[in-house]
């Protein structure tokens, strides 16, 4: 049975429509391919922050509907800029997803591309130290691999290493 598309779905704009429609509008053109992934990526920072604030208790409410494709897709879809937010709001992040994750690679004309790549990383880290360990170790055998992928992952680590030295030097610290 085909539905009948309301009048607000085809001509209301992206940004005037409610957080529900707009996730339900990316999954449909997800979907249905109807736009390459570098197209979407506006819209997916639209979904983010529409006020120029992120709600990520929204967002994580929002993407506990989708399957994990769509989640999937999104993630690849998304820029490394956005790629921490969205993947914090996954509800049970997979190591595919992490994988997708963890690939995206910084623009050429990023200042500090290490930085970006480290909130990526600790995004991920966030979720589980495994789940990071495990992404990594199926980019690191893979020939999707990004240049430069082992060194930063290993400064990445040698962080973390670091951040738990001081913690257990000094308690009560905040790092």
Known sequence: MLKKRKWYEKYLPFVARSPEMQLRWLEAALRKEVLTPHEITPYIKLFMAPDGEGNPARVR????????????????????????DL??????????????????????????PQLVVDKVFQAVYDCSEELLAQAAGRVAGSAERPAHFQENYERFKEIKEDEKLLSALYPKAIL
Not at 97 to 112: L, W
């Open 61 to 84: 409410g929002l993407l506990h509907s989708l399957s994990g494709n769509a989640i999937e897709k999104m993630l690849a879809a998304a820029d490394i800029y956005d790629a921490p």
């Open 87 to 112: 993947f914090r709001c996954i509800a049970e992040p997979t190591v595919a997803q992490a994988v997708i994750a963890i690939i995206k690679a910084p623009p050429p004309y990023e200042k500090n």
